[in-house]
């Protein structure tokens, strides 16, 4: 006797604020970082002053970072290198696809 089989197919959807706090959490452990540029909360998303931005393009994220850099380290190293961390840890962390990771440098930090 022949059975029916069916799959159930699932669908899992990571929030926006999954995608907002590892994205600030792998930018504040890059050395090199001072902070955030902006304020970072709950409804920080809806601010224009947000540090962090994510928009999608269908399955796919984008994200918009700005960060305070200190002033003993050289900026185009740790914008790549915040770019290289965000990226990683979201894919890695949640599994959406990340297509790019624009670093706005907002001001320095001196010590």
Do not use: H, W, Y
């Not at 399955?59 to 380290?73: G, H, K």
């Not at 900026?75 to 290289?84: D, F, K, P």
């Not at 990771?101 to 930090?109: A, L, M, R, W, Y």
Request: proline share 1%; net charge neutral; glycine share 6%.
């Amino acid at each position: 006797m022949k059975g029916n089989t069916q799959t159930a197919q699932s669908r899992l959807k990571i929030s926006e604020d999954v995608i907002l706090t590892v994205a600030k959490l792998a930018a504040l452990d890059v050395k090199g970082v001072a902070g955030l540029s902006g304020e970072m909360n709950t409804v920080s998303k809806l601010k224009k002053n947000a540090p962090i931005k994510i928009s999608f393009m269908g399955d796919v994220a984008a994200v918009d970072i700005n960060i305070i850099v200190q002033s003993t380290e050289k900026a185009c190293t740790v914008a790549q290198a915040v770019q290289t961390a965000v990226k990683e840890n979201i894919q890695n962390m949640t599994g959406v696809a990340v297509a790019r990771v624009n670093v706005v440098i907002d001001g320095v930090e001196f010590e």
